[in-house]
């Protein structure tokens, strides 16, 4: 692919990162997605390699926007707010043995100011490098925009081949596709072992909801979520967050409740975060 700027930000497992950048005319540049690094092309953009023989690629220092911390032992969470313009790619690389498994864009507020359109900034893609096992959001500005992006990097110890995937449509099909495997039906039960307080009300709202969007995901691997489901999903985790304080707080025990309690921790992380 080619693009004017790329700017990459590399996560260590430390929940440290550095910032590499580069600039040119149509600068040339592919993902490594089987191969480690070599000696010709160890570059530290890994694994973005720039073919170009003559592009300088520059280190530069941590913005005070940009944040990176651990929050809890097999997770790191990380948020930048951006300002470029278009023919940007913003490359986010997670520590080796990571997968990003919670994706959030948000535009800022809006003034109407010409130039700066008050929408997501175009196109991104999900990468991985199964020998080297990293993964990698890719951000593909098409127009000059201001956001903010959110990552989470979670460990996984299975084979990051099964994630190649990419061109989801937008953060939210990223998200719930990040949880590998396939889904069964939702239960009461399987809603109260992840949320122990919850109504009774709000539990049949969930489980209805789930598995409508578990049928879809099931039926249609290859479709996005359509966006009739998307905002009906929406009111549902936004009303039972709002009325259960007990959703708030959700116990990381989720991972032994099998690929549901996947799903719906995934989901209430989703919405709770705004």
Request: glycine letters at 6%; one cysteine or more; aromatic letters at 10%.
């Amino acid at each position: 692919m080619y693009h004017n700027f790329l700017l990459v930000q590399k996560v260590n497992e430390h929940a440290d990162f550095k910032v590499h950048f580069a600039t040119g005319q149509y600068i040339n540049w592919t993902y490594e997605t089987m191969r480690s690094p070599s000696k010709k092309l160890n570059n530290p953009m890994f694994p973005i390699i720039i073919t170009d023989q003559r592009v300088t690629i520059q280190e530069k220092p941590k913005g005070r926007e940009t944040s990176c911390y651990r929050i809890s032992e097999n997770k790191i969470r990380f948020i930048d707010d951006y300002g470029v313009p278009d023919g940007f790619l913003i490359c986010i690389t997670g520590p080796e043995g990571y997968l990003p498994k919670l994706i959030k864009f948000g535009p800022k507020p809006n003034l109407y100011m010409e130039g700066f359109p008050h929408r997501n900034p175009g196109i991104f893609d999900f990468y991985v490098n199964a020998t080297t096992r990293e993964a990698s959001i890719l951000v593909h500005t098409t127009e000059r925009s201001l956001f903010s992006m959110a990552v989470d990097f979670e460990k996984y110890d299975g084979d990051f081949s099964v994630h190649r995937r990419t061109n989801y449509h937008d953060a939210f099909d990223l998200t719930i596709a990040l949880n590998a495997g396939r889904f069964e039906t939702v239960t009461k039960k399987d809603v109260r072992d992840i949320m122990p307080n919850i109504l009774e009300p709000e539990s049949e709202k969930i489980v209805e909801v789930m598995n409508e969007l578990i049928d879809h995901l099931n039926t249609k691997q290859d479709s996005s979520v359509p966006n009739s489901l998307k905002l009906k999903i929406a009111h549902v985790f936004n009303s039972v967050l709002a009325t259960s304080s007990a959703t708030v707080t959700v116990v990381d025990s989720y991972m032994n409740n099998g690929s549901v309690g996947k799903m719906i921790k995934t989901l209430i992380e989703y919405f709770s975060q705004g």
